[in-house]
Every structure is written in structure tokens, then in C-alpha cells.
């Protein structure tokens, strides 16, 4: 039998069966797919996993790059430019560091409110992170 013949009726019915499967399910649906709910949680776990690498890279960034957003006290940064046109203090090379709202120096010294202004999180552990914690104010 060619393509082009005609099928008997027999045939033409077991052939419409096949298309549609024997049990009556959609054709078009894969045999293997799994239950709705397993892919359901699948879709979850995978969404958690992506959400989960985002913040980590996203601490990881501001850790390394993240700094003070400004100081406690607005008066500081006027004053130290006043300090360095007099000759009183060098100028603080300007580094790239990312501000994070509510990190400030609470310092009252112009000039260590000026050098904190470029450190980075990583690099803030030098005097926050000893036993027993030092005085940031005598530096």
C-alpha cells in the first residue's frame, strides 16, 4: 500500500487511535512528562537557586567594593577641603567604591573621616574587627 491509497476502515481507525493514543490523552503531551506538581517545584527550586547566586554575588560586590556613603556629621567634608587648601592635609586619592546608605564614620576628625571615605567593606576590618574592638576616634 502507497501514501496515496485509502485506508480501510479498520486501518483508518487504528491509525486515528494511535494518533490520539490508546487511553484517550492528548497526542500533542509528551509521554514522559512528570506530574504537574514536580515540575511545579522544580520551577521553584530553580527560581530560589538563581535568587540565591544573585545575593550572594550581590554581597560579594559590595563587600569588595562597597564603602561609607558619606559621614555623620555634613559639616566634615568642608572642613577637610578647607584643611587641604591650607596645606594642612593631604588629599585622598579617590577610589572607585560603591555608597551603602546608613555606613558612615561617626568620627570627629576631618581627615580620618576623609581616608574612611575611600576604604572598602574588606578593608574595614583592620579596626572593627579585633578583640578587644579599637577606638576609631584615636586613629
Known sequence: MSEYETFEDEDAEQYADDLDGADGEDAAAPATRGPRWK?????IAI????LIVVLVAAG??????????????????????????????????ARFVIPIPGCTCHSTDPVQTAKHSAYRMSECNRCHDTDPPRDISLQ
Open 39 to 43: 515540575r511545579v517545584l522544580k520551577r
Open 47 to 50: 527560581s530560589f537557586g538563581v
Open 60 to 93: 560579594f560586590s559590595l563587600f569588595e567594593w562597597g564603602g561609607m556613603s558619606g559621614s555623620a556629621d555634613p559639616s566634615m567634608a568642608p572642613r577637610f577641603a578647607a584643611m587641604v587648601a591650607a596645606g594642612q592635609a593631604q588629599p585622598v586619592q
